[in-house]
């Protein structure tokens, strides 16, 4: 029998793109992992596409897991199938344009290969507790980066 997880995630950049972090929080019945980190130069999504990576990625056993967010671009990929899509067609789009974030969205199919995910979509800073601790997390990260590069 798979552990039955919940994962809360949440990214964030300081323009976009810009500096940016991500946020993640792991429970496990009573056990909880915050994980946090980031990139100096990147966008929103791909800091909504990391944040759900490693969170993932931190999973030392195949899962259930229930998957919150606040990521229209990572819920819609996945769930209307466009991410599928992408990758059968050369990870091209329906207009035949490139899709961004190949990089990123190789790692979380291989992610969604290995567990087991139920998404939630939840509105951003609209006071849900998990998900706002995922943002505060995200924007800490960013501020670090730009006080190093002062």
């Known amino acids: ?25 792991l429970r496990y019945g009573e056990h909880e992992k915050e994980l ?5 130069e990147t966008t ?12 993932l990625s931190a999973l030392k056993e195949p899962c259930d897991v229930h998957l919150v967010t606040d990521s229209k671009y990572v819920v819609d990929a996945v769930l209307k199938g466009w991410v ?5 067609n050369g990870w091209r789009k329906a207009d035949k344009k490139p899709a961004l974030n190949v990089d990123l969205w190789e790692k979380l199919l291989h992610q969604l290969d290995r567990h087991s995910v139920n998404f939630e979509w939840v509105k951003g800073h609209a006071g849900h507790p998990e998900n706002e601790r995922c943002d505060a997390l995200a924007v800490a990260y960013y501020k670090t980066l730009q006080e190093k590069s002062k």
Do not use: H
């Not at 929103?44 to 969170?55: K, S």
């Not at 599928?84 to 059968?88: G, M, P, R």
């Open 84 to 88: 599928y899509s992408w990758q059968k």
């Open 1 to 25: 029998m798979k552990k039955k997880i919940q994962l809360f995630t949440d990214g964030a950049c300081s323009g976009n793109p810009g500096p940016g972090g991500w946020g993640a929080i």
């Open 44 to 55: 929103n999504n791909r800091m909504e596409l990391t944040a759900v990576i490693e969170g």
């Open 36 to 40: 946090s980190g980031g990139e100096p």
